[in-house]
């Protein structure tokens, strides 16, 4: 009888580059289900300092320094509830599958982009690394 089970689905993957870095307020490795780290990684984008945590607008010259990590649906909707997406025209981060290369493999990742609005005074993350932006501040968390 032939097996009529379904394919493994692959992990969802994230890219996580602010608060839920490892270490960060929203560490991510905090999170339940846990995740399982795949890869330090960077992303083409721009990166935004709004205060007491950053914003990414994909695309452009630039990169921002993250993390990306395999994820249960389960922490799929705990990571939208921190990010407070709803999918409405007004929500702060807006969700986006970007291809990242992870140790020179192309992955399909989930990333939260900042709503462009939110952004518009904001200053620039000139090394697209929030937490070496924030050395130079009293951080909030420890800097792993």
């Known amino acids: 009888m032939p097996d009529e089970s379904m394919p493994a689905r692959p992990p969802r993957c994230v890219f996580v580059y ?15 289900p ?8 960077q992303v083409a984008g721009v990166l935004y300092d709004l205060g007491a945590y950053p914003g990414m607008v994909l ?13 249960e649906p389960a922490l799929e909707a ?28 192309p992955m399909a990742c989930l990333v939260y982009e900042i709503n462009r609005q939110r952004v518009v005074s904001a200053p620039v993350i000139v090394q697209g690394d929030w937490f070496k932006a924030m050395s130079g501040k009293a951080p909030e968390f420890p800097v792993i």
């Open 18 to 32: 602010g608060t839920l870095r490892r270490g960060g307020s929203n560490d991510i490795t905090r999170q339940q």
């Open 34 to 41: 846990p995740p399982r780290f795949v890869g330090a990684a």
């Open 59 to 71: 695309g452009g010259d630039g990169w921002v320094v993250g993390e990306v990590y395999a994820i």
């Open 78 to 105: 705990v990571l939208d509830a921190i990010e407070g997406v709803e999918g409405k025209p007004g929500d702060e981060y807006i969700r986006q599958e970007v291809v990242v290369p992870v140790a020179g493999q």
